[in-house]
């Protein structure tokens, strides 16, 4: 028997293609971040080999799956259009999954369209859906990992725990952050084996399944640091926390006064004991000397305590910043916050009629407080859309209802609202692609450069991307004196410095380098990209 097709998805998934589709092709935009992925990727497949040609970040950090599968989308695409083509495939899927999981629990209605259509219309889902970044693949892995551990909990089997353990190796291949999610569906499957809901033998199913998959990632990173480790980006991360403490207890004893996002870009850049990489690589390879230079700062005799008083005030934090986050509109839009409260009023209004769906709803949110005790971005609070769609749809569905009394036929309503909240979120849109084609003029600049160096050059940059573009190798330029760039540059084999003159502010002393008469390096070239000023410095000794 052949399935009917859904007219309404079909329309859905061809408008989210068609709108991702704009924004992949409407700027050259890539982060940072997606250079590291787009080089990583494509060295892997191409040459065998897990390096980039250069980024802010050690190549360790970064896990292998999202690379693989652009590196395997670069045998056809080139390495940056390979990997927004791998992020617009998990997109689709998202919408897909979402509209497939609320058809099954709410089968009448519209409501898994309305549920597709908002994650389809998110100006956030479709920036990640058109951009080189895990986000996409991330978002489609979390909520794959929420309907097979219901899947799971309805009908425990070896075959569900099995692809539950999957998803969440994979997931944690994608991101290291899924291992709190892993930890907190670890403690719901204890409480269900207590109140013997499902055997105790599938929670150590599920435990071994992702312990195997996270060693045998562990111990290949061994290979590269020299120690065993799970998660080499968690690392990284706690070790730019240690040096950003250590460069705060420097400001205080010095009497300097710097805010935190300042005291925290002279620690991510900071240089190492012998100036040969930046502090935080060196401590995630845990070099003595480095070590020793961050606890010099400590005071002898120093307690340690109030550990737990310090969480309970980073979660407090926490939850002021998502939730200042929300109410400004950056991960819900004022539209979602409009349909979400209309949803949670229809939920009071028809709650015997709907008890079950808001069960779900609820324990589709709960996860999210996992992010409570870790480090938030805004890019990390997308979750909750597809996490807590049941609410945002619900609003859209009284909608639906009130509009029944003036417009009678299905599609025409569903058309109607489709409209509407596409026009509410026009300028951002609008917005979102601006601020994307802000930073999209490297490729031009470039074009500049390589008319200036040699195509093996090594170029030391603050950003990466003009090199990203040039297809040159790359370094980031420290926070440092002069003399301690020099031998940075040196020791990195670093061919040419560019500064841009949005580096100022970032690193001071480029802007003295560019001032100076004469300048400690041979300039090659300089000139205007897009309004946007650089330099280009061959590096010599001095």
């Known amino acids: 028997m052949i399935r009917k097709i ?11 293609t068609v709108i991702r589709l704009w924004f992949m092709f409407s700027s050259d935009y890539i982060s940072p971040d997606g250079t590291h992925y787009a080089s990583l990727g494509y060295n892997l497949v191409h040459e065998f ?16 799956f999202y690379p693989f599968l652009l590196g395997l989308f670069s045998l056809i695409f080139p390495a940056m259009l390979a990997g927004k083509f791998v992020s617009l495939a998990f997109g689709l899927l998202l919408i897909f999954g979402v509209y497939r999981f609320v058809k099954k629990l709410k089968p009448d209605g519209n409501w898994a369209n309305y549920a597709a259509l908002l994650i389809a219309l998110h100006p956030g889902m479709i920036a990640v859906s058109s951009q080189v970044a895990t986000e996409a693949l991330y978002l489609f892995l979390m909520m794959a990992i929420f309907v097979q551990g219901w899947y799971f909990i309805e009908q425990p089997t070896y075959k569900n725990i099995t692809i539950l353990g999957i998803l969440f190796v994979i997931a944690f291949l994608t991101r290291p952050e899924a291992i709190l999610f892993f930890i907190l569906f670890l403690f719901i499957q204890f409480f269900l084996t207590i109140k013997k809901r499902i055997p105790v033998k599938f929670v150590f199913t599920h435990l071994a399944i992702f312990v195997l998959g996270s060693g045998l990632y562990g111990m290949s990173v061994a290979q590269e ?8 980006k968690i690392n990284y991360v706690r070790a730019q926390g240690k040096f950003q403490a250590h460069q705060k207890r420097l400001m205080e004893k ?8 300042e005291i925290g870009l002279r620690a991510r850049y900071a240089l190492s004991a012998d100036s040969s990489m930046l502090a935080t690589h060196a401590l995630l390879y845990k070099d003595p000397a480095t070590i020793a230079l961050m606890n010099s700062s400590k005071s002898k005799g120093a307690v340690k305590g109030g550990g737990l008083s310090k969480l309970i005030k980073y979660i407090f934090y926490n939850l002021k910043l998502v939730a200042y986050r929300l109410v400004k ?34 324990l589709m949110i709960a996860p999210l407080s996992a992010y409570l005790v870790t480090h938030i ?37 569903f058309l109607v609202i489709a409209v509407f909240i596409f ?23 470039a074009n500049k450069i390589s008319e200036l160096v040699e195509k093996d050059s090594k170029i030391a940059a603050v950003v990466p991307q003009a090199a990203f573009f040039s297809g040159l190798k790359y370094c980031p330029v420290p926070f440092a004196s002069l003399q301690g760039l020099d031998v940075y540059l040196k020791l990195q084999k670093a061919d040419y410095l560019l500064v841009e003159g949005a580096d100022f502010n970032k690193r001071p002393l480029l802007e003295k380098i560019v001032e100076a008469e004469p300048t400690p390096f041979v300039e090659v070239g300089h000139g205007t990209v897009s309004d946007k000023k650089y330099w280009l410095y061959k590096i010599h000794t001095f």
């Not at 859904?6 to 989210?16: G, R, S, T």
């Not at 080999?49 to 292998?64: L, V």
């Not at 010095?254 to 996002?261: F, I, M, T, V, Y």
């Open 6 to 16: 859904d007219k309404k998805l079909l329309f859905i998934l061809l408008f989210a």
């Open 49 to 64: 080999k897990y390096e980039s040609n250069g980024s802010q970040f050690p190549d360790i950090i970064q896990p292998p």
């Open 225 to 232: 640091l020299g120690y065993f480790t799970i998660s080499p």
């Open 254 to 261: 010095s009497g300097q006064k710097l805010d935190a996002k």
């Open 329 to 362: 509109g950056i991960v819900t839009p004022p539209v979602y916050l409009l349909l979400l409260l209309i949803g949670m009023v229809t939920f009071r209004k028809s709650f015997k009629a709907n008890a079950r769906l808001l069960l779900y709803g609820f």
């Open 377 to 413: 971005e805004e890019r990390f609070l997308y979750l909750i859309l597809p996490y807590g769609i049941l609410f945002f749809a619900a609003g859209a569905v009284a909608l639906d209802l009130i509009l029944k009394k003036m417009v009678k036929k299905d599609g025409l309503r």
């Open 423 to 445: 026009l509410m979120l026009a300028p951002l849109y609008t917005q979102t692609l601006k601020k994307m084609q802000k930073k999209d003029y490297y490729p031009q600049l």
